[in-house]
């Protein structure tokens, strides 16, 4: 069974919320023919997509041609909108949060879904996640790698930490707003540098700031393999170390990164290998970016290319973390 854990979804008729609320970075689709839009944010176009992004009868599709029994669907970051007030923010994330509820209902042999909340406001966001997980039966809720600038170790997030561990809600990290995209305006740094370095920024701050000493049940995930964080990680140790006038934590970083899972989307059997040398298979999650242009096709495929690994651990890697990571019993698998 191949389970894709990071796939990305948008209601087709998402409301125009730019003249709702006002505001120029709400992100807005504009159709520019039956099966292609441009999201829109602040006039310019943010990123042309087709009618996969929207559509779950051509998702299915794709998923047959490559071989995909299931796609983990979850908000595009741009829809985050943590920027926003919180009441409009909330409103943008329910209109995703029942389209993707709606989605799985439909069709529950092949979707599972994760939603989002506003978190610039922690209880809101609480009570956003309550209603995912407990009324929607969401399996999860993705969260960007800073909230307006804060990093995830802020103390405004603690209490959101706190009853996601409490609830066992699984939390997917995926970059947005990335650190330093001042300099990256050209070559498209901002994708494949800037994210995995705010990837591993997130991930570091998680750690270093005692957010996961604090709660040792949370179960995280990162996109993009970790970005560029499993190879620093050897560098936060040392600081660790030489630092200790810096220490919040008990023990070096690279204890409690043992919590952490990683999808497998960094495209060289080489890096896959590192992630299960240092952190373990049953801590990798396969992952295309479904259905973007620097996505994996056919999803997978740096698993199956992977030789050191066995075929149980490609089993485990290419399906069944996910659904443990997700909570979702095995005998789940297949309902047809």
Same mark, same amino acid.
């Given at each position: 069974?191949?389970?894709?854990?990071?796939?990305?979804?948008?209601?087709?008729?998402?409301?125009?919320?730019?003249?709702?609320?006002?505001?120029?970075?709400?992100?807005?689709?504009?159709?520019?023919?039956?099966?292609?839009?441009?999201?829109?944010?602040?006039?310019?176009?943010?990123?042309?997509?087709?009618?996969?992004?929207?559509?779950?009868?051509?998702?299915?599709?794709?998923?047959?041609?490559?071989?995909?029994?299931?796609?983990?669907?979850?908000?595009?970051?741009?829809?985050?909108?943590?920027?926003?007030?919180?009441?409009?923010?909330?409103?943008?994330?329910?209109?995703?949060?029942?389209?993707?509820?709606?989605?799985?209902?439909?069709?529950?042999?092949?979707?599972?879904?994760?939603?989002?909340?506003?978190?610039?406001?922690?209880?809101?966001?609480?009570?956003?996640?309550?209603?995912?997980?407990?009324?929607?039966?969401?399996?999860?809720?993705?969260?960007?790698?800073?909230?307006?600038?804060?990093?995830?170790?802020?103390?405004?997030?603690?209490?959101?930490?706190?009853?996601?561990?409490?609830?066992?809600?699984?939390?997917?990290?995926?970059?947005?707003?990335? &650190? @330093? %995209?001042?300099?990256?305006?050209?070559? /498209?740094?901002?994708?494949?540098?800037?994210?995995? =370095?705010?990837?591993?920024?997130?991930?570091?701050?998680?750690?270093?700031?005692?957010?996961?000493?604090?709660?040792?049940?949370?179960?995280?995930?990162?996109?993009?393999?970790?970005?560029?964080?499993?190879?620093?990680?050897?560098?936060?140790?040392?600081?660790?170390?030489?630092?200790?006038?810096?220490?919040?934590?008990?023990?070096?970083?690279?204890?409690?990164?043992?919590?952490?899972?990683?999808?497998?989307?960094?495209?060289?059997?080489?890096?896959?290998?590192?992630?299960?040398?240092?952190?373990?298979?049953?801590?990798?999650?396969?992952?295309?970016?479904?259905?973007?242009?620097?996505?994996?096709?056919?999803?997978?495929?740096?698993?199956?290319?992977?030789?050191?690994?066995?075929?149980?651990?490609?089993?485990?890697? &290419? @399906? %069944?973390?996910?659904?443990?990571?997700? /909570?979702?019993?095995?005998?789940?698998?297949?309902? =047809?």
């Amino acid at each position: 069974m191949r389970v894709d854990f990071h796939t990305h979804i948008i209601p087709e008729d998402i409301p125009n919320f730019a003249e709702k609320f006002g505001g120029e970075r709400w992100p807005t689709l504009e159709k520019t023919c039956s099966c292609g839009a441009n999201i829109m944010v602040a006039g310019k176009v943010f990123r042309e997509v087709t009618h996969q992004v929207w559509d779950p009868e051509q998702r299915i599709k794709d998923m047959d041609e490559e071989g995909v029994d299931i796609q983990v669907l979850s908000p595009i970051p741009v829809t985050f909108s943590y920027w926003a007030e919180p009441e409009a923010a909330e409103e943008m994330a329910r209109i995703q949060n029942d389209f993707i509820a709606e989605t799985v209902n439909k069709y529950p042999d092949r979707f599972i879904g994760i939603g989002t909340v506003p978190l610039q406001d922690v209880e809101v966001s609480i009570r956003e996640m309550d209603r995912c997980m407990h009324e929607l039966g969401l399996k999860g809720i993705e969260i960007g790698t800073n909230i307006n600038g804060q990093n995830l170790d802020d103390p405004a997030f603690t209490k959101f930490f706190e009853m996601a561990e409490k609830w066992e809600v699984p939390l997917f990290v995926h970059p947005w707003e990335t &650190l @330093g %995209r001042e300099r990256m305006p050209r070559h /498209n740094f901002m994708y494949t540098v800037g994210m995995p =370095s705010e990837t591993a920024l997130a991930a570091a701050s998680l750690i270093c700031g005692g957010v996961i000493e604090k709660f040792p049940g949370l179960k995280v995930c990162f996109a993009h393999g970790g970005g560029s964080f499993p190879y620093i990680l050897p560098r936060l140790d040392q600081g660790w170390k030489v630092w200790p006038h810096l220490r919040v934590i008990n023990k070096p970083p690279s204890y409690y990164a043992k919590n952490f899972y990683f999808d497998s989307l960094n495209y060289d059997p080489l890096n896959i290998k590192y992630l299960v040398d240092r952190f373990g298979h049953e801590k990798i999650v396969m992952g295309s970016d479904y259905p973007f242009l620097l996505r994996e096709i056919p999803p997978g495929e740096v698993v199956d290319q992977t030789v050191e690994l066995t075929e149980e651990q490609k089993q485990d890697i &290419l @399906g %069944r973390n996910a659904l443990a990571f997700l /909570n979702i019993e095995i005998k789940e698998e297949v309902k =047809s």
